[in-house]
T-cell receptor, first 110, second 116 residues
Framework: QKEVEQDPGPLSVPEGAIVSLNCTYSNSAFQYFMWYRQYSRKGPELLMYTYSSGNKEDGRFTAQVDKSSKYISLFIRDSQPSDSATYLCAIGGANSKLTFGKGITLSVRP | EAGVVQSPRYKIIEKKQPVAFWCNPISGHNTLYWYLQNLGQGPELLIRYENEEAVDDSQLPKDRFSAERLKGVDSTLKIQPAELGDSAVYLC??????????????FGPGTRLTVL
């Protein structure tokens, strides 16, 4: 089992839809949780960062962490064509090493 | 504030040739990372520097890869000789600190390497 598993894609939704992106992890020592967005031929861009279980909201984006289930999610409300990108979950431990999921490609249709 | 700068953005070389990538982190960021990203995969750490010290190079293939971070600022990653399987995107990232609050990693645009 890989340390971080991300739901496979690709995912295509109509504009305005609510998008749910998910990752699971196996190591309970992981302490912090990130979501990155990566446009084609660009570097990953940090979207959300959280340490604790629960929800963290930033505009149309909500990051959710459930440490008991080792499950993290990113929700995108009112999705826009500009949200079309690859989304990567990244999970880190005390040694500062980030382990990334494979990424899921999202396409938002106008 | 300027982000992480990498050069070149693209590089095409023939196998067995050497190649070098350069990274300039965000000003004031003490920790610098080099990652490898294959197509359809997430980034994988190659090496992490805290200031000028390489503190995690366990995933760096040391027979052909080398890296340096002189004076704790810019960094160079080198491959010699390159192999076909080295074709990938090489990403540089930096963070203010290595652990705790402030360890958010910010990435550069990457260098896309093609080995023919």
């Amino acid at each position: 089992q890989k340390e971080v598993e991300q739901d496979p894609g690709p995912l295509s939704v109509p504009e305005g839809a609510i998008v749910s992106l998910n990752c699971t992890y196996s190591n309970s020592a992981f302490q912090y949780f990130m979501w990155y967005r990566q446009y084609s031929r660009k570097g990953p861009e940090l979207l959300m960062y959280t340490y604790s279980s629960g929800n963290k909201e930033d505009g149309r984006f909500t990051a959710q962490v459930d440490k008991s289930s080792k499950y993290i999610s990113l929700f995108i409300r009112d999705s826009q064509p500009s949200d079309s990108a690859t989304y990567l979950c990244a999970i880190g431990g005390a040694n500062s090493k980030l382990t990334f999921g494979k990424g899921i490609t999202l396409s938002v249709r106008p | 504030e300027a982000g992480v700068v990498q050069s070149p953005r693209y590089k095409i070389i023939e196998k067995k040739q050497p190649v070098a990538f350069w990274c300039n982190p965000i000003s004031g960021h003490n920790t610098l990372y080099w990652y490898l990203q294959n197509l359809g995969q997430g980034p994988e750490l190659l090496i992490r520097y805290e200031n000028e010290e390489a503190v995690d190079d366990s995933q760096l293939p040391k027979d052909r890869f080398s890296a340096e971070r002189l004076k704790g600022v810019d960094s160079t990653l080198k491959i010699q000789p390159a192999e076909l399987g080295d074709s990938a995107v090489y990403l540089c990232a930096s963070s203010l600190l290595a652990g705790g609050v402030g360890n958010e990693q910010f990435f550069g645009p990457g260098t896309r390497l093609t080995v023919l």
